[in-house]
């Protein structure tokens, strides 16, 4: 199970794994008609310098031949230079330890936009341009994909060029705040970018059922300009840079001195990106939260409950297995909990809703206790032999006219926990109830506190498959007296063996 959070972008190593030999084609320029176009042709002579080992060797030649003496290809690797490293001896001893540290954290600014602009250029010549002239995806799909990434390349262009006109003959940079502050506002370009990123990445993952794609983007991913990385990597490299300027301009006002000119400016454009993010964060939100209600399927129309439109964020979803094992995909949205199926439609991904959703103004949410249930049984089924089931918790409605509760099990410990978290905190702002279980606070006591009240469903009946004709599960109302007799008769059962 995988709970779908925003998440930073690691940095792929270069694999010391031996480079599949190409065959047929020997380099990517191969793969390009002629064109009168200056821009491609350009594009296939910088590919071309980048060909493997065996290119100029005479066609009759075989290539297989040829592979068996080459290496793994190189791969090309940034540039780690220091901003201490391009000074001598001399010039470095002239600057105290915290000078040289706060120039270091704004040389990686410096750096950080220069390595973004080449990776923007990249995808756009050895990605975009190729794909549009080999015919292998039409100009409207890659604009959906790539999004308006040449757009981007003058706004961190410009940042690059003040950083250049404020850096002083010693190649220090005296103040950065306030250029960071003038230059800020023009990320706000990126929210359209963000907001579409899942249904890019839909798209692309489409697009590399075609064969042709597929072996196009495996060929890049072998070359070296590639550095390992595969094309959505170099997508998502914008999303990623977007979420490091807090931080890098954190790692400046910390070696920043408390009375430099400097300072209030740092924090003022800390403040602003924070702002911008949480904004982007917003509307990125709302564009995924939609783009899952759009492939709900529904069964019937009374599945459709009238409060999925109000919906406006997706807490968390993921894979989750009921009682009885089989797959489900939960969405926990900001008004509703639904529970699907994953099914295709016509070549389309999309989720057939399982049973009613339940409103989290009427959640009950259990938090069960490792072995307290058996998977592939029912609740008396847990006192005998089974597989003890954990990290499982029950979700049920307060509403009768449901009549209905998910016992659901997660993957792992934390994963859990994750999902117990998003699951108080929805309710927590649905129902005015705590978000967190209190200090010493049984899962039992919890029971008794957030159910007694209600209702207990007979789970004799499998919970998990609604009857497919007859009336709907009735609840049995109990008292609190007569349901802990019935626990107490179910453990002495337990000890027993009966």
């Given at each position: 199970?995988?709970?779908?959070?925003?998440?930073?972008?690691?940095?792929?190593?270069?694999?010391?794994?031996?480079?599949?030999?190409?065959?047929?084609?020997?380099?990517?320029?191969?793969?390009?008609?002629?064109?009168?176009?200056?821009?491609?042709?350009?594009?296939?002579?910088?590919?071309?310098?980048?060909?493997?080992?065996?290119?100029?060797?005479?066609?009759?030649?075989?290539?297989?031949?040829?592979?068996?003496?080459?290496?793994?290809?190189?791969?090309?690797?940034?540039?780690?230079?220091?901003?201490?490293?391009?000074?001598?001896?001399?010039?470095?001893?002239?600057?105290?330890?915290?000078?040289?540290?706060?120039?270091?954290?704004?040389?990686?600014?410096?750096?950080?936009?220069?390595?973004?602009?080449?990776?923007?250029?990249?995808?756009?010549?050895?990605?975009?341009?190729?794909?549009?002239?080999?015919?292998?995806?039409?100009?409207?799909?890659?604009?959906?994909?790539?999004?308006?990434?040449?757009?981007?390349?003058?706004?961190?262009?410009?940042?690059?060029?003040?950083?250049?006109?404020?850096?002083?003959?010693?190649?220090?940079?005296?103040?950065?705040?306030?250029?960071?502050?003038?230059?800020?506002?023009?990320?706000?370009?990126?929210?359209?970018?963000?907001?579409?990123?899942?249904?890019?990445?839909?798209?692309?993952?489409?697009?590399?059922?075609?064969?042709?794609?597929?072996?196009?983007?495996?060929?890049?991913?072998?070359?070296?300009?590639?550095?390992?990385?595969?094309?959505?990597?170099?997508?998502?490299?914008?999303?990623?840079?977007?979420?490091?300027?807090?931080?890098?301009?954190?790692?400046?006002?910390?070696?920043?001195?408390?009375?430099?000119?400097?300072?209030?400016?740092?924090?003022?454009?800390?403040?602003?990106?924070?702002?911008?993010?949480?904004?982007?964060?917003?509307?990125?939100?709302?564009?995924?939260?939609?783009?899952?209600?759009?492939?709900?399927?529904?069964?019937?129309?009374?599945?459709?409950?009238?409060?999925?439109?109000?919906?406006?964020?997706?807490?968390?979803?993921?894979?989750?297995?009921?009682?009885?094992?089989?797959?489900?995909?939960?969405?926990?949205?900001?008004?509703?909990?639904?529970?699907?199926?994953?099914?295709?439609?016509?070549?389309?991904?999309?989720?057939?809703?399982?049973?009613?959703?339940?409103?989290?103004?009427?959640?009950?949410?259990?938090?069960?206790?490792?072995?307290?249930?058996?998977?592939?049984?029912?609740?008396?089924?847990?006192?005998?032999?089974?597989?003890?089931?954990?990290?499982?918790?029950?979700?049920?409605?307060?509403?009768?006219?449901?009549?209905?509760?998910?016992?659901?099990?997660?993957?792992?410990?934390?994963?859990?926990?994750?999902?117990?978290?998003?699951?108080?905190?929805?309710?927590?702002?649905?129902?005015?109830?705590?978000?967190?279980?209190?200090?010493?606070e049984t899962v039992r006591a919890k029971r008794h506190s957030s159910t007694i009240s209600a209702t207990m469903y007979d789970e004799e009946t499998d919970e998990n498959c609604q009857p497919a004709?007859?009336?709907?599960?009735?609840?049995?109302?109990?008292?609190?007296?007569?349901?802990?007799?019935?626990?107490?008769?179910?453990?002495?059962?337990?000890?027993?063996?009966?």
């Amino acid at each position: 199970m995988n709970l779908f959070f925003f998440y930073f972008l690691d940095s792929q190593e270069p694999s010391n794994k031996r480079v599949r030999p190409l065959a047929k084609v020997s380099s990517l320029v191969s793969l390009i008609s002629p064109s009168k176009n200056g821009a491609v042709r350009r594009f296939g002579q910088t590919i071309q310098s980048m060909s493997l080992r065996g290119d100029s060797k005479s066609p009759g030649m075989s290539l297989k031949a040829s592979s068996r003496t080459a290496g793994p290809t190189p791969t090309k690797r940034r540039n780690s230079t220091l901003w201490s490293e391009t000074l001598d001896v001399h010039q470095k001893s002239t600057f105290s330890t915290k000078e040289i540290k706060r120039q270091e954290a704004i040389y990686e600014l410096y750096r950080g936009e220069q390595d973004l602009i080449e990776d923007l250029q990249l995808a756009r010549k050895a990605y975009h341009d190729p794909m549009l002239k080999l015919s292998i995806i039409t100009e409207e799909e890659l604009a959906h994909i790539f999004g308006d990434l040449d757009a981007y390349i003058p706004l961190h262009e410009d940042l690059l060029m003040k950083l250049t006109e404020g850096t002083n003959p010693d190649g220090t940079v005296a103040q950065i705040g306030q250029i960071v502050i003038d230059w800020l506002p023009g990320l706000n370009a990126y929210k359209n970018y963000c907001s579409n990123q899942l249904a890019a990445k839909a798209l692309l993952d489409q697009k590399k059922q075609d064969r042709r794609v597929q072996d196009f983007l495996q060929r890049c991913l072998e070359s070296p300009f590639s550095r390992k990385l595969d094309l959505w990597s170099f997508l998502d490299i914008p999303r990623s840079r977007l979420v490091k300027y807090p931080l890098l301009l954190r790692e400046i006002l910390r070696h920043t001195p408390l009375d430099h000119p400097d300072v209030p400016s740092l924090e003022r454009a800390i403040t602003i990106i924070q702002e911008i993010l949480s904004d982007i964060n917003m509307r990125k939100g709302e564009s995924e939260c939609q783009y899952y209600i759009d492939k709900l399927e529904y069964l019937d129309d009374k599945q459709r409950d009238p409060l999925i439109d109000n919906c406006k964020t997706l807490l968390c979803h993921g894979e989750l297995r009921n009682k009885s094992g089989s797959r489900l995909h939960v969405f926990l949205f900001s008004e509703l909990l639904v529970l699907t199926r994953p099914v295709t439609r016509n070549d389309r991904s999309c989720f057939q809703v399982y049973r009613q959703p339940i409103p989290v103004q009427d959640l009950v949410l259990e938090d069960l206790l490792d072995g307290e249930i058996r998977m592939g049984g029912s609740f008396r089924g847990a006192f005998t032999n089974g597989e003890k089931a954990k990290n499982v918790f029950r979700v049920s409605s307060l509403d009768p006219s449901h009549g209905q509760s998910h016992t659901l099990h997660v993957n792992d410990v934390y994963h859990k926990q994750q999902w117990l978290n998003c699951l108080r905190t929805a309710m927590a702002q649905q129902q005015g109830a705590p978000s967190t279980v209190q200090q010493g606070e049984t899962v039992r006591a919890k029971r008794h506190s957030s159910t007694i009240s209600a209702t207990m469903y007979d789970e004799e009946t499998d919970e998990n498959c609604q009857p497919a004709s007859g009336p709907k599960l009735r609840p049995q109302t109990l008292s609190k007296t007569r349901l802990d007799r019935k626990l107490q008769g179910s453990l002495k059962r337990k000890e027993t063996g009966v």
